[in-house]
């Protein structure tokens, strides 16, 4: 396992993240714990989670998740892993949350952050997000930037300014984004240094073989500010196993049992793509699940690739993905087929 140091902290994040939204809808509390021993072990030391998790969201369920990373940390050492999690923003109808919630602002972030210390059973954490931005932009299967959705929004300095006491407290060691654009981090940016406050230092987006709209303008982002990628969906819900090009129902996987969650995967051209990039995979001996992870693990923006394991196989073959190493000519085939199903930058 490679470690990576985050730029403007002292966060050494593990190259594989451990994802658990998964924890508290498709695993209990005893099989969740086992993924994360089973993770440190393997030499994971990063953990991503969220106030609204597990998914889909559910007011039955939400902060369960949390909950159980906090049973597990009332048991273990809190100083064996560094611990991401995110407030969740405005625009969507998760009305058991803050009532709304209406803004990430003042008094949301408090809330959410003391209400994610509790369940998650510390005193503070490594890496707080916002999970998506307050303001609108298009995510979650849009993809241009439609004007008339605009919408009043909590100015970024006081997000900001909010997020820094915190800071301050000891209450977050650290704070990022995710689902953000160019626009966003850069102005978070420019804010944090004109007014002294404390630095965004990542961004979580979706990236992966089918998706790769972080290399149209946040990748050079990147270069230019040293603020990496912790790229989740790293399979596309399941799709860049394979699984859903086999025969059968598929029982037990997220979109068998949560069809409504994938519907930003649900385009003409993903199975097509799929199908190739299948084909690609066999052609060099290894599974489609173990090129695709491979391909994340090679990008040099990305400091961490958050994966979901619902089984310790499952764990371990993402792990294993790490031996594989992305050519210059497998990379070359790899554009083809994205250039041929996708419509790419200007």
């Not at 099989?31 to 106030?51: K, T, V």
């Not at 994610?116 to 998506?132: M, V």
Request: net charge neutral; glycine share 6%; hydrophobic share 35%.
């Amino acid at each position: 396992m490679k470690y990576n140091l985050i730029k403007n902290t002292n966060l050494e994040v593990s190259q594989v993240c451990l994802g658990t939204m998964t924890f508290g809808q498709q695993n209990d509390e005893q099989q969740s714990h086992d993924i994360i021993n089973e993770s440190l072990n393997l030499g994971i030391n990063f953990l991503d989670a969220a106030e609204m998790y597990p998914v889909p969201p559910k007011s039955i369920t939400q902060g369960k998740t949390e909950e159980i990373i906090g049973s597990w940390i009332k048991k273990n050492d809190r100083s064996k892993i560094i611990l991401a999690t995110k407030v969740t923003g405005p625009g969507r109808p998760f009305d058991w949350i803050r009532g709304g919630p209406k803004a990430i602002d003042k008094e949301n972030i408090k809330a959410a952050l003391h209400g994610s210390l509790k369940r998650l059973n510390t005193d503070y954490i490594d890496l707080y997000q916002i999970h998506w931005p307050d303001r609108y932009v298009p995510n979650f299967g849009p993809s241009f930037y439609d004007v008339s959705n605009k919408r009043d929004a909590t100015p970024f300095l006081e997000q900001l300014d909010e997020l820094n006491k915190f800071v301050k407290s000891g209450k977050i060691k650290h704070i990022g984004l995710s689902n953000e654009t160019p626009f966003g981090v850069l102005y978070f940016q420019e804010l944090s240094k004109k007014h002294g406050l404390t630095p965004m230092v990542s961004i979580q987006n979706a990236y992966n073989l089918l998706n790769r709209r972080y290399e149209y303008g946040l990748s050079e982002v990147t270069d230019h500010t040293g603020i990496p990628l912790l790229a989740y969906s790293p399979l596309a819900f399941g799709h860049l196993t394979g699984k859903y090009l086999k025969n059968g129902n598929n029982k037990g996987s997220r979109l068998s049992e949560f069809p409504e969650f994938g519907v930003r995967y649900d385009k003409p051209n993903v199975n097509l793509a799929v199908i190739e990039y299948n084909n690609l995979a066999k052609e060099l001996g290894i599974t489609l699940t173990k090129l695709s992870l491979a391909f994340c693990y090679s990008r040099w923006f990305i400091s961490s690739t958050i994966i979901g394991a619902t089984n310790i196989d499952q764990l371990i073959e993402n792990i294993e993905a790490l031996d594989f190493k992305i050519t210059d000519e497998i990379e070359k085939e790899i554009f083809k087929i994205y250039q041929k199903f996708t419509d790419p930058a200007p």
